[in-house]
């Protein structure tokens, strides 16, 4: 099974853009999950989406958003980037329910930089 | 207190050696427990699933949960220069949800 793919791996931005992140689970996993990885903070929860809404949000600004597609594909988008949003930002999908229910696999991320 | 801490390290060892990684956590009604490994500049790969108390083994690692004291373990046997990465104890309290992450602690194994 191909594993969770991530796009764009690297994106550049400037203060006031904003950006959509794209995430494709793995096949049969519907659940897809968003955390931000930064040296300070460590990985921080950012939303999870099963079946297409939003099952869970982590302590993020609304700049934050994110939806799901019925083929369980995720996007995120943030709006209005600061220097602070630079960061890795790591998709992790699971199929509650079966097999190692809560296992959560992540993709490679997509590092984000602000200036 | 924050939900789950760990030694960030650096922790270095010569190759061969048993290495301990530690974390504590804070929330009682946390069930699911896993450990991360990460490369530099990769994304996490999941290394061990632990479902409540208890040991679980694969190769030469070994994930231990102990929910009296709220505290879990990951040994390494027989380390290898590969396994030089940070690693990530996880937890949370919904299966599929929410995961909480330690801040990871960095292993460096010399050969």
């Known amino acids: 099974k191909a594993g969770v793919t991530q796009t764009p791996r690297y994106l550049i931005k400037t203060r006031g853009q904003q950006v959509t992140l794209s995430c494709s689970p793995i096949s049969g996993h519907r659940s897809v999950s968003w955390y931000q990885q930064t040296p300070g903070q460590g990985l921080q929860f950012l939303f999870e989406y099963f079946s297409e809404t939003q099952r869970n949000k982590g302590n993020f600004p609304g700049r934050f958003s994110g939806r799901q597609f019925s083929n369980s594909r995720s996007e995120m988008n943030v709006s209005t980037l600061e220097l602070g949003d630079s960061a890795l930002y790591l998709c992790?999908?699971?199929?509650?329910?079966?097999?190692?229910?809560?296992?959560?696999?992540f993709g490679p991320g997509t590092r984000l930089l602000v200036l | 207190q924050k939900e789950v801490e760990q030694d960030p390290g650096p922790l270095s060892v010569p190759e061969g050696a048993i290495v301990s990684l530690n974390c504590t956590y804070s929330n009682s009604a946390f069930q699911y427990f896993m450990w991360y490994r990460q490369y530099s500049r990769k994304g996490p790969e999941l290394l061990m699933y632990?479902?409540?108390?208890g040991n679980k083994e694969d190769g030469r690692f070994t994930a231990q949960v102990d929910k009296s004291s709220k505290y879990i373990s990951l040994f390494i046997r027989d380390s290898q220069p590969s396994d030089s990465a940070t690693y990530l104890c996880?937890?949370?309290?919904?299966?599929?949800?929410?995961?909480?992450f330690g801040k990871g602690t960095t292993l460096s194994v010399s050969s």
């Open positions: 996880a937890t949370g309290d919904q299966a599929g949800t929410a995961l909480i």
């Open positions: 632990t479902y409540s108390s």
């Open positions: 992790a999908s699971s199929n509650p329910g079966q097999g190692h229910t809560g296992t959560q696999y």
